[in-house]
């Protein structure tokens, strides 16, 4: 795989004929929604195919999958354009493989109903998807749901992507309420009541596990954390279930989290910087990579690096100049 910055003067055609692949490829590989339109500095990905077939009268994907020995997920993996094709074509060119090292597990999130073109496009390429729709209320002191899943969910099983409920005690808009926070952390009999709810979601759906978002946690706190991190742990393992948390870092030295004694209880940790905040402060970065390798870094001393999985926010801010303090930043996601 490459990674091609557009000059002025460049086509899809001037590109892929640079890499000797086929146009299509390149405007499916990046999603390019107008071909004719290319933007200067515009970065894009040039997968650059090991072994490719050549689709003869006759050929399905099921039989040219099992001829070269890989699977149809794969194929369609390699040949994203597929996913909304109801045919393959003579003389069409096929990746079976690409010139690619190592192996991978990839997870992604979701606070929203999803178009089912995103779902298409994005399933094949995840191990993982995290399905964030359930919240703590405090104010029925239960857990509720945000909207309808059973479609991320069967799109999932049917991509074998394994889905996750996700549930956080973060408010719609990603705030955290401190006083409504400590009542959960301190009321063992309401953390009892979460939990069955929480495992009686899982019984009655087709999630394979849970996700845990943990929101501010401290040194003076995460004793307490600990204590609901094991309860749910004890529950899910022993009936086959999946755990995993996601955690904001706290890129603090003064902040020491015994992030080992996490490990202990969950399959994995992922850190995940929580961005929402951001959008009322100061122009900065919203992921600095000079403060995520430092931390990633300390926490493997005490951690195997196959237990941690590092997340990417994939929204931008765009402030307005010059910064009036209480002003908010307009949000950019793939979808503006």
């Known amino acids: 795989m490459e ?50 077939y050549i689709v003869k009268p006759g050929d399905s994907l099921k039989a040219i999958a099992s001829a070269n020995g890989i699977s149809i997920m794969q194929l369609l993996r390699n040949n994203l354009f597929l996913y909304n094709r109801e045919y393959i074509y003579e003389n069409e060119s096929l990746v079976i493989s690409f010139n690619t090292k190592g192996k991978i597990q990839t997870h992604a999130f979701t606070d929203a109903p999803l178009s089912q073109d995103t779902l298409y496009r994005a399933l094949p390429y995840l191990t993982y998807i995290s399905v964030y729709n359930y919240r703590v209320s405090y104010e029925t002191s239960s857990i509720l749901n945000m909207y309808d899943d059973t479609n991320i969910i069967e799109l999932a099983k049917r991509y074998s992507t394994i889905p ?132 990633i870094e300390n926490v493997t001393r005490t951690i195997s690096p196959s237990m941690i999985s590092i997340g990417k926010p994939l929204i931008g801010y765009d402030w307005s100049i010059p910064f009036t303090p209480g002003s908010l930043a307009h949000i950019l996601s793939l979808s503006s």
């Open 164 to 295: 996750l409920l996700m549930i956080s005690a973060l408010s719609l808009t990603g705030s955290i309420n401190l006083e409504h926070l400590y009542a959960l952390l301190l009321n063992n009999q309401l953390q009892d009541k979460l939990i069955d709810e929480a495992f009686e979601i899982l019984r009655l759906s087709e999630y394979k596990g849970v996700n845990l978002a943990i929101s501010y946690i401290t040194d003076y706190n995460q004793g307490l954390y600990f204590s609901i991190i094991e309860k749910i742990s004890k529950i899910l393992r022993n009936t086959g279930y999946i755990f995993m948390v996601t955690i904001s870092p706290n890129f603090s030295a003064e902040v020491n989290i015994d992030y080992s004694k996490i490990s202990l209880y969950v399959d994995r940790i992922i850190f995940v910087e929580n961005i929402w905040p951001k959008q009322a402060q100061e122009p900065a970065p919203v992921s600095n990579i000079s403060l995520i390798r430092p931390f």
């Open 3 to 52: 990674i091609y910055i557009v000059q002025h003067g460049d086509s899809v055609e001037s590109i892929a004929d640079r890499y000797g692949i086929s146009v299509e490829r390149l405007i499916s590989d990046n999603g390019i929604s107008n071909p004719k339109i290319l933007v200067v500095g515009q970065a894009l990905v040039i997968l650059i195919p090991k072994e490719t």
